[in-house]
């Protein structure tokens, strides 16, 4: 069983900057993969970026690739984005999760761990 409980949403301008955080418990193995997720009002959840439990392999969507960082502290079992020169396109929820099975992506299908999400608002 996996637990995850992110933080660090806020409210910024746009060009401003966040750093995101999952906090996680239970076990992750090597080629399993966790992912953050977005979701905005009226829209469907959309796949931010993926990264493997040991760190070395992540994807980024088009969307946010060059403003959007993945990351993993594996010593404290923590998952991080880094969101900078955000848009206000950028606005929703956004939401961890971790998957059992191997192989990166970003179909929330392939997740069946979520945390609870954190807003991040930005005005233009």
């Known amino acids: 069983q996996v637990h995850l409980v992110e933080s660090g949403g806020g409210s910024v301008q746009a060009g401003g900057s966040l750093k995101l955080s999952c906090a996680v418990s239970?076990?992750?193995?090597?080629?399993?993969?966790m992912a953050w997720f977005r979701q905005a009002p009226g829209k469907e959840r959309e796949g931010v970026a993926s990264?493997?439990?040991?760190?070395?392999?992540?994807i980024h969507a088009d969307s946010v690739a060059g403003r959007f960082t993945i990351s993993r502290d594996n010593a404290v079992n923590t998952m991080h984005l880094e969101l900078n020169n955000l848009k206000s396109d950028d606005t929703a929820i956004y939401y961890c999760?971790?998957?059992?099975?191997?192989?990166?992506?970003?179909?929330?299908?392939?997740?069946?761990?979520w945390g609870q999400g954190t807003q991040v608002t930005v005005s233009s």
């Open positions: 999760a971790a998957s059992n099975t191997n192989g990166a992506s970003l179909s929330p299908s392939r997740y069946g761990y």
């Open positions: 239970g076990d992750c193995y090597n080629n399993h993969y």
């Open positions: 990264i493997n439990c040991g760190g070395g392999t992540k």
